[in-house]
């Protein structure tokens, strides 16, 4: 048997553990990041990359934009740039109803700074012939921005370890216990890590850490299906999305295209399943073409999807342990974790060294499922008819 | 009546329909070919004149045999040519049929699938004028061109001899036949090969053929290099002894023996198992081809057999599925299919060490050489990646960090490859570098896959 002892020790080694551990051991405390299988292999390797500020659940705003800063200065913090690239992000309106629909997002992220353009037809026509003629009006966030996530996690990571945290991968946690104010953490490897505090970043395997605490929250596991054609020509610069979720797409410069489609599938975080039902491929591949005429002759290659945490209310789980202190959870990021990672896990760490943060968390709290929370619009809208969990 | 389809109108799917048919179903017969005949069968395109009883010489008759058997049956089932199966969902397979996307409910699944080339990259590989083995039969026999005037052929494989016969029978210049497995190691696989001496005898009488015409044929050679200034017109390599030699051409065809499309078997619930033999993963079939309930195997998509085999296999498989419909033993012929398909893929089995696939040489390619051609990832890319702190492993990780099986044709081609680097590097058994994972779609399809109405 193997003791490890840390400041810190991190379950889970996605973005956020990974972010995590960078901004802890940056300021030299000693991190044990325990993955079970390897680094930034599950949803964070296999997301969309959309870094996007447009949209948005107004209480993350000022989280979101924080986040935004570091990936701005990625190069600077980890040595690398995991083809970071701020292309914008364009919100399309087909009718009336979803015109509102972005110029209510746009009037909420001006609010907190950012910049919008409010887009008509003409103008669409000017900067982006090739989109279908039927879209009615658009608004376009040139701070919005795209990375590869394949990349991202084991290179932040790498950078944490180059600081000095120490990762161990193939190795699940499988028992916390607390005696005092020390953790010991045991593992299916017969590791063990004893630590004064630890962070829960299990991603959608989270719940049954927070239960060994007295703690949960009604988490799901989803994954929106992903799909990527064969190289066309480069044309396509902002990532675009359709506000009724139907297609949500970009290019790399490779000339590859990306695609991403609402409803999302039921995942199966115990057989490490995100199925892509072929349905969904076609009925994605419909609605880029209806889109982006252009792309029609575009053969798609290759799908995949990942395994999310989602949460009734479509907003994470971030801050402190309504009942073990030492304990953060950071989970079910509902689908937008990759563009906030960097900033909650720089938050993480504030409220480990620092005894908080000054960026507002509150709406995050573990503690919000005491009472049966609201069930958000998006539920309907967003996923294979399925009943949320209570 | 149980809905039975088979995919795949190669002699394993037209051997199995027959049989079908024979005992009173009506099967339906999908093949993303606008002919019948699969792959060693294949015909020229209609209009097209081409002397196929010179190309296929000692196979002629085989040849005219099976599309005269196919042309019998054809009236009787439900036969769809042109029908590429791209994805497999429970009882439901995915379609693409003329820009149309279907689906088509079934009972039973006979896959006969086939097999396509394995490939071992080279300096210059990528070069216009380079193609597989397939590539340069399916240019003759379904467009009647050659892929130079002066082929060269290069890699380990019976059909290294076979293609250059056919090549040579119509017309076209061999620059060199050579192989990279020593002639010793031929006559080591000798006996596993008198598993069945007509198959081996044709063999040596296309090498006998080639030698008489004066063409080089070579054993045990290294590959240096492809040459050429934005075309192919030299293969150079070095034989036995340790020479290097040059070999004008203007074409090259690349072959390391067959791989099976393991693709639909796999989304379809086949397991697939790691075979120290081949090096390849294969799907675990019982001997009849039983993969999962109501999936079946056949033909080169099972286990590498030949068209033999393969005919063989798909009867057997019918059988399979009629024993187990009508919950009755198997008929008893299937002992004798039996035997003969186990005789036929040992032989195989015995080519594998007669045509090895040349694990050190692939672990030794130079860094610079392009193994992904699709996403235009280098070996050296893959050491690079593999070598970093937390770097990747296993072949889906390699993936994910490089590109490399990513594109167009999802690692069908770099794959066996990729899968030698990989354990080269860790010093692991092949099986342990992984296995790139099969996905819907098996082949590309195009955004404009119009919606059909409901099936
Ligand atoms: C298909 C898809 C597309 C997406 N697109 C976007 C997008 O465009 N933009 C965006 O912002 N977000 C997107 N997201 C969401 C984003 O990917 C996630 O919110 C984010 O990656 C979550 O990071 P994480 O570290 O919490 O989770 P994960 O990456 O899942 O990491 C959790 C890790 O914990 C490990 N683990 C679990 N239990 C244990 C245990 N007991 N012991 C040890 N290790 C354990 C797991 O193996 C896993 O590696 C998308 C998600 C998916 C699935
Ligand atoms: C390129 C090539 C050339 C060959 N040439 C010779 C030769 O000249 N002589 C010889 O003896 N052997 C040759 N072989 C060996 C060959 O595998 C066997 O001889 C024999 O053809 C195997 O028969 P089969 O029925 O198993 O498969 P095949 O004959 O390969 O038939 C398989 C059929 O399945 C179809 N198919 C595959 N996937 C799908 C899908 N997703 N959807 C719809 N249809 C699908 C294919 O279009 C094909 O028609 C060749 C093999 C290859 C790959």
Redesign the interface.
């Given at each position: 048997m193997t003791r490890l002892s840390a400041d810190v020790a991190i379950i889970g080694g996605g973005l956020i553990g990974a972010w995590s551990a960078y901004f802890l051991a940056k300021r030299n405390q000693r991190v044990v990041l325990i993955e079970k299988g390897?680094?930034g292999?599950q949803s964070s390797?296999t997301n969309f990359g959309n870094l996007r500020l447009q949209g948005r659940f107004p209480g993350q705003y000022p989280l979101s934009l924080r986040s935004q800063a570091l990936w701005e200065e990625i190069e600077e913090l980890i040595g690398e740039r995991c083809e970071f690239e701020q292309t914008g992000h364009l919100y399309l309106a087909f009718d009336g109803t979803e015109h509102e629909k972005i110029e209510a997002y746009a009037a909420v992220s001006e609010s907190h700074g950012l910049a919008i353009e409010h887009l008509g037809p003409t103008e669409l026509r000017r900067r982006w012939p090739w989109l279908s003629h039927r879209v009615v009006g658009a608004t376009f966030s040139a701070r919005d921005a795209t990375a590869n996530p394949?990349?991202v996690t084991?290179a932040v990571?790498?950078a944490a370890?180059?600081l000095g945290a120490t990762?161990v991968?193939n190795c699940r946690v499988t028992e916390i216990r607390q005696a005092g104010s020390a953790f010991t953490l045991r593992t299916d490897t017969g590791i063990e890590v004893g630590a004064g505090y630890v962070i829960n970043a299990a991603g959608a395997w989270a719940v049954a850490i927070a239960e060994q605490f007295g703690e949960s929250a009604p988490l799901f596991p989803a994954g929106p299906p992903q799909f990527?054609?064969?190289p066309f020509p480069y044309l396509i610069e902002p990532s675009i999305q359709a506000v009724d979720g139907s297609v949500i797409f970009r290019q790399i410069p490779?000339g590859n295209v990306i695609l991403a489609g609402y409803p999302r599938t039921a995942a199966d975080p115990a057989a490490n399943r995100a199925p892509?039902?072929?349905g969904k491929?076609?009925s994605a591949?419909?609605a880029?073409?209806r889109v982006a005429p252009t792309?029609?002759?575009?053969?798609?290659?290759?799908?995949?999807s990942g395994i999310e945490g989602y949460l009734p209310d479509m907003i994470p789980v971030i801050g402190p342990s309504g009942t073990t202190p030492g304990l953060f959870h950071a989970f079910g990021f509902c689908g937008h974790g990759f563009q906030i990672g960097p900033g909650v896990g720089l938050c993480l760490s504030e409220m480990i060294l620092d005894g908080g943060t000054a960026t507002p968390l509150d709406p995050f709290s573990i503690g919000r499922f005491a009472q049966p929370v609201e069930v958000s619009a998006k539920f309907s809208a967003e996923f294979d008819t399925m009943e949320p969990p209570r | 009546m149980a809905e039975i389809v088979i995919v795949g109108a190669g002699p394993a799917g037209i051997s199995a329909a027959e049989l079908l048919q024979a005992h009173g179903y009506h099967p339906i017969l999908l093949d993303e070919g606008r002919q019948a005949g699969g792959q060693g069968y294949r015909c020229p395109s209609p209009g097209l004149e081409l002397d196929m009883a010179a190309l296929m010489g000692s196979e002629a008759g085989k040849y005219a045999g099976l599309h005269a058997r196919f042309a019998a049956l054809r009236p009787h089932i439900d036969y769809r040519p042109g029908s590429l199966v791209w994805g497999i969902e429970d009882k439901l397979l995915h379609i693409v049929q003329a820009g149309v996307a279907r689906t088509l409910r079934f009972d039973v699944l006979i896959l006969a699938t086939g097999a396509m080339d394995r490939i071992v990259p080279l300096p210059g590989w990528t070069l216009p004028g380079v193609y597989t083995l397939g590539g340069a039969q399916v240019a003759l026999k379904d467009q009647g061109c050659f892929i130079g005037r002066r082929v060269a052929f290069l890699g380990s494989s019976p059909l290294l001899a076979l293609a250059a016969s056919q090549y040579r029978r119509l017309g076209a210049e061999i620059a060199v036949i050579a192989d990279t497995t020593p002639f010793a190691r031929k006559l080591a696989a000798l006996p596993g090969l008198l598993n069945s001496p007509r198959s081996l005898l044709r063999g040596l009488a296309y090498l006998g053929d080639a030698m008489r015409a004066g063409v080089p044929v070579l054993h045990g050679v290294r590959p240096v290099a492809v040459e050429g200034d934005g075309h192919v017109e030299a293969l150079v390599l070095r034989d036995a002894q340790g020479r290097e030699r040059r070999f004008a051409c203007d074409a090259v065809a690349l072959g390391y023996g067959l791989k099976p499309e393991t693709q639909l078997a796999e989304l379809a619930g086949a397991q697939l198992l790691y075979d120290e033999r081949f090096r390849l993963w294969l799907p675990k079939t019982d001997i009849d081809g039983r993969a999962a309930p109501g999936l079946y195997l056949a033909g080169d998509g099972a286990t590498i057999g030949g068209a033999d085999a393969a005919e063989a296999s798909g009867a057997l498989a019918a059988h399979a599925v009629l024993a187990d419909l009508r919950q009755s033993r198997p008929a008893a012929e299937a002992g004798g299919l039996r035997r003969r398909v186990t005789r036929l893929r040992a032989f195989q089995a015995g080519l594998a060490r007669a045509f090895a696939w040349p694990v050190a040489q692939i672990r030794a390619l130079p860094d610079d050489v392009p193994l992904c051609r699709c996403e235009n990832v280098s070996v050296g890319e893959i050491r690079l990646a593999m070598a970093q702190e937390l770097g990747p492993v296993e072949v889906n990780r390699v993936k994910a960090m490089t590109r490399c099986g990513m594109g167009r044709c999802q690692g069908r081609v770099c794959g066996p490859a990729l899968q030698e680097i990989v354990a080269g590097e860790r010093a692991i058994a092949g099986a342990d570098a992984g296995r790139l994972r099969a996905q819907a779609p098996v082949k590309p399809i195009a955004l404009a896959t119009a919606a059909a109405d409901a099936p």
């Open positions: 390897v680094v292999a390797g394949r990349l084991p990571a790498r370890k180059s990762m991968e990527v054609t064969e490779r892509v039902p072929p491929t076609l591949m419909r880029l073409a792309l029609a002759s575009c053969h798609v290659i290759r799908v995949w | -």
